[in-house]
């Protein structure tokens, strides 16, 4: 189960942070990833982080802005986004898998098993 958490509203320009605390996972091994899909966009990749070694794999739209992060001890990923943008605008779901992919693999949304209820971001021009 992911219970992801932190969205809201802000001005273009501003801060959030996204949390997705899961359960029922091997957390430490298991790959979590966001996605996001804005009103009448289908769903797109945002950034993964692989479980194993934890490296972290961002779209190009969020790069030197987003930074995804993980607390195993708290089986949570953190997404913190800086430097928002109204297209930002869209409901952010996360995302796990138990297998560690190559590269690739996790910007398809059809290689997540598992997801989150999701979470409103609304950034403000």
């Known amino acids: 189960q992911l219970q992801a958490s932190g969205g809201g509203l802000v001005q273009a320009g501003g801060s959030l942070r996204l949390s997705c605390a899961a359960s029922?996972?091997?957390?430490?091994?298991?790959?979590m990833g966001w996605f996001r899909q804005a009103p009448g966009k289908e769903r797109e990749f945002v950034v993964a982080i692989r479980g194993p070694d934890r490296n972290t794999f961002y779209a190009n739209s969020v790069k030197g802005r987003f930074s995804l992060s993980r607390d195993n001890a708290k089986s949570t990923v953190f997404l913190q986004m800086n430097s928002l943008k109204p297209e930002d605008t869209a409901v952010y779901y996360c995302?796990?898998?138990?297998?560690?992919?190559?590269?690739?693999?996790?910007?398809?949304?059809?290689?997540?098993?598992?997801w989150g209820q999701g979470t409103q971001v609304t950034v403000s021009s």
């Open positions: 995302a796990a898998v138990k297998t560690a992919y190559n590269a690739g693999s996790y910007y398809n949304a059809n290689n997540y098993p598992y």
């Open positions: 029922g996972l091997t957390f430490s091994t298991s790959s």
